[in-house]
């Protein structure tokens, strides 16, 4: 009987007959590990690996679905991911390719809050010294807040009561959802443009994912670069939002902020009497103390008697000039006497004079210096002459030019002094009187013969 030929797969096929079995069997399934080795491709797409005490499994989550997460994953997190377990066909390993992925422990948005807040902290966002005070009395004061929220309405409800002839600008936008943060910014942008005095920007109270958009960074850095005041009016008073933090003031609800934005009116009367009593008073005094000024400028000497006062400076200016008329006697006979005094001396040191003794003494000066240095030339050339003699007579190149030659053993060019220093085969440099030649040793002999 012919042996039955085996069913021979490729690589391919088995990897995929392995990604079918894998994808159907198992499918999506949600699991709980630590990231590892986080990487962030150009493309937007993260790899990483989750792995727990004994095990690790690859992981993939493309840009839509990261860009959908509520907080930043890094290398050493401890997450609950949910995803298709499948298989990587080119490399031929498992992965799983997440949808969607929240911390273990500390919830996604609670995480972002903190990290989110911790940032914007370390740039300085929430400084004391970039807030900014509210104005006394605004006339135009901009809200932005939903429009059919109950925020509004109790806003304009203490503004009437309060003060009802304010002026305010509503700018509508969504305080929840995914589109509020950005129509927030926008809304905060175009009151900028409009110009007001003073902002409230807020909604009523409601849970963490409620509250987000004020938790946004774009939302948050709008309050903070805004040149106008901004009164930040978030949820009830135990919830905090970050724009609490970047604004110049916060409120705990929407109410508080209307409060604060705008004075009683009866409070603000109150407060202009008492300023203009305490005026009047000032004034009273101050007018009193100089109606007593006056009375005694009035019995002083400078009123009684002023003539007498312009007799003694009239009296006075007279003994002054005349001391200076003497003053300038006595200093312009003293100048003419120096000035004769240094036409002597000048007259005694002419410069041509000067010059021309100066100029014989140059002279011998020149002279003489010729004189010596012929002298000492002569004798370094005299000395000179005879030390190059006496080095002609040690060189030993002029022993050399007797007939005498002296050789370096090679290649190490070491100065041989005795036959014994060298072998048969040896290669020498021999330097003559006038030029040099390489040589080899073909022989040795015992001694020269005479």
Wanted: aromatic content about 6%; hydrophobic content about 40%.
């Amino acid at each position: 009987m012919q042996k039955e030929q085996p069913e021979i797969w490729t690589i391919a096929q088995l990897t995929r007959r392995v990604k079918n079995l894998l994808e159907g069997q198992v499918g999506a399934v949600w699991i709980a590990g630590e990231i590892s080795n986080w990487k962030l491709a150009a493309s937007g797409h993260a790899y990483f690996t989750l792995k727990d005490a004994t095990s690790q499994i690859d992981a993939v989550i493309f840009r839509g679905r990261l860009s959908r997460l509520k907080f930043r994953p890094e290398s050493g997190l401890e997450v609950i991911a949910r995803g298709q377990i499948t298989v990587y066909e080119r490399r031929g390993n498992y992965q799983i390719i997440l949808e969607e992925m929240q911390p273990k422990g500390m919830g996604a948005l609670q995480l972002a809050f903190e990290r989110l807040k911790a940032k914007l902290q370390a740039e300085g966002v929430f400084d004391e010294a970039h807030k900014k005070a509210l104005p006394l009395m605004p006339r135009r004061i901009g809200v932005v807040t939903s429009p059919t929220g109950a925020a509004i309405r109790d806003i304009l409800q203490v503004l009437n009561r309060r003060f009802a002839n304010v002026h305010v600008v509503l700018c509508p936008a969504r305080v929840q959802g995914d589109e509020a943060a950005a129509e927030i910014v926008e809304a905060i942008e175009t009151l900028e443009q409009w110009g007001v005095d003073v902002m409230i920007v807020g909604r009523g109270g409601g849970s963490l994912e409620d509250l987000w958009p004020f938790n946004e960074e774009p939302v948050v850095r709008a309050v903070f670069a805004a040149k106008t005041p901004i009164i930040s009016a978030v949820g009830h008073e135990i919830d905090f939002a970050l724009t609490d933090f970047a604004a110049d003031l916060r409120a705990p609800t929407p109410s508080a902020a209307a409060e604060l934005v705008v004075r009683e009116q009866q409070a603000l009367t109150e407060q202009l009497h008492t300023i203009q009593r305490r005026l009047s008073e000032a004034l009273a005094r101050k007018l009193e103390r100089a109606q007593h000024r006056l009375q005694v400028a009035q019995t002083s000497f400078v009123f009684t008697r002023p003539e007498e006062l312009v007799r003694q400076r009239r009296q006075t200016s007279d003994e002054l000039r005349m001391r200076l008329e003497g003053a300038l006697q006595d200093r312009a006979q003293q100048t003419r006497l120096r000035w004769e005094r240094c036409n002597g001396k000048l007259q005694m040191h002419s410069p041509q004079h000067r010059l021309h003794l100066a100029q014989q003494r140059q002279k011998t000066l020149q002279e003489h210096l010729e004189k010596i240095g012929n002298r000492l030339t002569e004798s370094r050339r005299q000395h000179l002459a005879a030390m190059g003699a006496h080095l002609n007579a040690l060189s030993p190149l002029a022993i050399l030019s007797r007939g005498y030659t002296v050789a370096w053993k090679m290649p190490e060019k070491k100065l041989v002094k005795r036959a014994t220093q060298l072998q048969v085969g040896d290669k020498l440099s021999l330097r003559f009187g006038e030029g040099a030649v390489n040589a080899t040793v073909n022989g040795m002999e015992d001694s020269l013969e005479e």
